[in-house]
């Protein structure tokens, strides 16, 4: 039996997101705003 | 030094300090691990694009909480866990665990095996994905799951220990086990595997 070590990589090349949910992750990112007052967090998303 | 070549450390400190382009980077040079090690847990692309979402809003809300980050720890490792949370939640939410091996899209034994087009071999090919699959199957959890993600996901055993918990001598013994089994399986029931 072959060995069943291989030093190729096994996932296909194109096991990648799509760019649309790169796209998206991103803009949260940009969006996201975290304000603290006191003990309390709230989450502001900018349009 | 450009950005690309910085290490994980200082870029997530860049982000948190508030530079957008850090995650960028961050996230271009993880993806493919990271969305790999998702798909060969559900199988389903459509799934693994959401839960890969899901887990890069819970590293941005984490970060932008500065509520933690280690930096001990590897970043890979810590996004790695949190999308490990998050398909077990959503399986537990499903009430039911399974890993898809072969897929109409997707064969990891396509990888192994020749890809010749001469038909012979292709049917040889078929015949011994099918065993392969079935004697995968028949292996312990724990090590069927580092056999996956090291030749699934293309983890190192460091990456592959800090998700599960254990050592890394551990993990190689886990791996030693099922390859070891693997073999005692074939020997067993007399499996044919042609090189």
Known sequence: ?47 | MAKTQLPDAILVNNYIAGDENSLAVLVERHQSKIYGYIYSKVSDRDLTEDIFQETFFKVIHTLKSKKFYNEEGKFLSWVLRISNNLIVDKFRNDKKMYMKRDTEEFSIFSAITDNSPNIEKELIKKQVDIDLKNIIQRLPQDQKEVLMMRYYSDMSFKEIADITGVSVNTTLGRMRYAITNLRKVIEKNQIYLPS
């Open chain 1, 1 to 47: 039996m072959a060995k069943l070590y291989s030093k190729r990589k096994l996932v296909p090349k194109e096991m990648l997101p799509k760019k649309e949910t790169l796209r998206l992750i991103l803009q949260y990112s940009r969006a996201l705003n975290i304000v603290k007052v006191g003990n309390l967090s709230f989450d502001i998303i900018a349009n």
